[in-house]
């Protein structure tokens, strides 16, 4: 049996007034998902462990199986993973946002939705401007800053200290943007330095908060920012580092599992690549793949057939659900909903359905991303499992009320891969 997730970033909500009520998997036209649900057996899954965000870092890498207790780091580490970038041990890797102000409030947290072509001009500027040197005669830098996709790159601090407080910009949008500056986190002096040379969490803190202010100055003087304003639109005027760690220590799937002999993360998204490199998958790029609700789901479809012909595990993340719930915008999320589902499941099945080799496919978001609230939510999330042959419970299309009553009821955390894992 080979097996394969099929994630929608952020596809599940809560009841929409304008909907009558319904949530968008309700009220959406989704077929597909609706036939596996009905063929198959579905349930509901808390992906976030209690005292965590519920961030995409926390509940892809809790749907992997993965104790977030031993191995959280935060995005950053992640990222630096997908980007190439390796760790040191004295680094301290943040994800690092180009974000839209005005009016002294955060507008947007993707820089009005920032091409990756024109974020590396701002990077590199930034890099320029801002770069430091621990000492001149050591001639290393105390921070630099990595260009990744679109509005999410990464900030390196040599030495930097994990054990401070940043606020999540998609969590915050239309409010003030000071009282959300980078704090230090209370905590022991003894539990808030290592081994190696840190500076302390209020150096960390002080360290970023005068970058953001800087880059604000400078990013506004910016030629590309400049143009932006002439014509009316949202400028990527601010930086905005969040959820920042040192080198995680993960075992790979492989070695949790196994039933898992190799495997394919297939994601527009760093910070999924990330997760992938450390669970030992390999890492397939997708032409056009956007992170958008204009990605390339087709491309993403074939390239996930094509890896369930030599791999037996294969997990597919598709952002665009998240980002039109970010932004608030039901009817690109309501069409998100429906391109996965026509675009990218359809084919999967219609193609893996046809094989003489059974395929297990499993569909569920990460985490809620209601489009009233426009952040992340820590419910629970429903899923559906589906196999030729599997015994069907009494559920009849796929949402977050029917799949109430599934036959998984509600599992927790690695109760979900343990449950896809044993299916053979």
Known sequence: MKHIIILGDGMADLPVERLGGKTLLQYAHKPMMDQLA????CGRLITVPEGFPPGSEVANTAILGYDLNKVYEGRGPLEAASIGYEMADDDFAIRCNIITLADGKIITHNGGNLETEDARVLIDYLNEKLAKPINEREGCERVKFITG????HLLVIKGGNKHIICAPPHDHPNEEWRPLLVQPEPCPVDSCTTAVNRMT???????????ILKSQDLLSKHPFNLAKAQKGERQANSIWP???????SMETLMQQYPQVKSGTVISAVDLIRGIGHYAGLKIVEVPGATGLA??????KAQAAIEAL????FVFVHVEASDEAGHDGDLDLKLKTIEYLDQRLIAPIYKEVETWDEPVCIAVL??????????IHVGQPVPFL???????ADEVQQYDEVSCVSGAYGLLKLDEFMHALMNIS
């Open 385 to 391: 499992i589906w196999y030729r042959g599997i015994p």
């Open 294 to 299: 204009n990605t390339n789901y087709e491309g």
């Open 242 to 248: 969040w959820s920042g760690g040192y080198r995680p």
């Open 38 to 41: 009905r063929e198959g057996r």
């Open 201 to 211: 969490p209020q150096q960390t803190a002080d360290l970023i908060n005068e970058m």
């Open 309 to 312: 012909k030599h791999d037996d």
């Open 149 to 152: 996709i679109q509005y999410r």
């Open 365 to 374: 978001p990460d985490h809620l991303t209601p489009v009233e609230q426009r």
